[in-house]
Each structure stands twice: as structure tokens, then as C-alpha cells.
């Protein structure tokens, strides 16, 4: 009785594997195996045998694999599409351009506050350590060491000492500028 059973449902399994996929004008999807294909169409399903004209039907695919490739690359489609519409959308609307306007303007600052800052340091470095050693070498006292009155090349001295950090002062004011843009580009892109 077992084998019986099995060998009937696996007729009836194969039946159902190989099955037809009929979709109908109304967009209904009927699956099930076509036993005749005329200007009548008759489909036996699970759920009994339907007889259907050949006007109400829209497409007849083989097989179910059939159905999914066309359904799924069209639905894929038709979602790229969309897709890459909302992304052009996106791109162009007015708080994007805020945002890119902000982000562009912040980038820009930090470069040029690092280079600033951080070149003066570096270029100034040497240069204020050599003047500094020198002044000590030739008037035995330290260029910072204001006591003993100024003379031109002390204030030469400080005067570019001086200019350097406020350049190093100005380069860290346009890195804060920075990341007040990059702020305000994240509430842009937040939604605020």
C-alpha cells in the first residue's frame, strides 16, 4: 500500500514539477499541466480541471522556471529603473547640493587650515631653533629674554616669530571653520 501511495505521488509530483504557467488578461496565474491546447485550453490543476479560451489568456509559459526568469528580470527591471531614478532625483534636489556644498566647502578649509598650521610648524621649526642658538651665541642670552632692551635684529626676530603664529593661529581658526561646515553638512544630511 506504501509503494502504491509513493509511486502515486511521485507521478503526480513529476505532473506538478513539469507544470505549465498560465496567466490570464486579469493578470491571474493558473500553474498546472495543459491536456489540451486548441482555441480551448484545458489545465488540470490541484484543485480540479479548468477550461479556459484562448482570448482571456495572455501568455502560456512551459514550466515555472520559464515564469520566474521573465517575471523576476522584469520586476529586476523595472527596480533598477526606479532606482536609479530616486538616485537622480537625489543627487539633484536641493539638499543634496546643500550638503555637497558644505562638505566641499569644510574639505577645503581643513586642507588649507592643516597646511597652514601644520606648515608653519614644520617650515618655522628649524628656522626659529638656528635664529634662537645664534642670538644666544653671539649676545650670550636668549632671544625671548627680553630684559636687556630690544635691538633691530631682536625685533626682526620676534616680529617673525610673531607672523608665523599667527599664520599657525590662523590655519587652526579655518580647520574650526571646518568642522563647523562638516556639521552643518551632517544635519543637512539628517534631515534637519
Known amino acids: 500500500m506504501k ?3 509513493f509511486l502515486t505521488s511521485l507521478i503526480l509530483l513529476t505532473g506538478l514539477i513539469n507544470a505549465s504557467v498560465i496567466v490570464l488578461n486579469d493578470n491571474t496565474i493558473i500553474k498546472g499541466k495543459i491536456t489540451k491546447y486548441d482555441e480551448e485550453i484545458i489545465i488540470e490543476t490541484d484543485a480540479g480541471v479548468y477550461n479556459l479560451k484562448k482570448e482571456k489568456v495572455s501568455k502560456v509559459y512551459q514550466n515555472d522556471e520559464d515564469y520566474y526568469k521573465e517575471t523576476v ?3 529586476k527591471t523595472n527596480l533598477e529603473v526606479m532606482e536609479e531614478e530616486k538616485k537622480i532625483k537625489y543627487e539633484f534636489s536641493p539638499e543634496m547640493i546643500l550638503y555637497k556644498k558644505h562638505v566641499n566647502i569644510a574639505i577645503a578649509s581643513l586642507i588649507i587650515g592643516n597646511i597652514l598650521f601644520v606648515g608653519t610648524l614644520i617650515a618655522a621649526a628649524p628656522v626659529i631653533g638656528e635664529i634662537g642658538f645664534r642670538y ?3 649676545y650670550g642670552t636668549s632671544i625671548f ?3 636687556e632692551g630690544m635691538n633691530n635684529e631682536r625685533i626682526l626676530y620676534v616680529s617673525l616669530i610673531g607672523g608665523l603664529f599667527a599664520i599657525a593661529v590662523t590655519g587652526i581658526s579655518i580647520d574650526i571653520a571646518a568642522i563647523v561646515n562638516f556639521s ?3 544635519k543637512v544630511k539628517k534631515g534637519r
Open 184 to 186: 552643518k553638512a551632517y
Open 3 to 5: 509503494k502504491i501511495f
Open 145 to 147: 629674554y627680553l630684559n
Open 73 to 75: 528580470s522584469k520586476n
Open 136 to 138: 644666544k651665541e653671539r
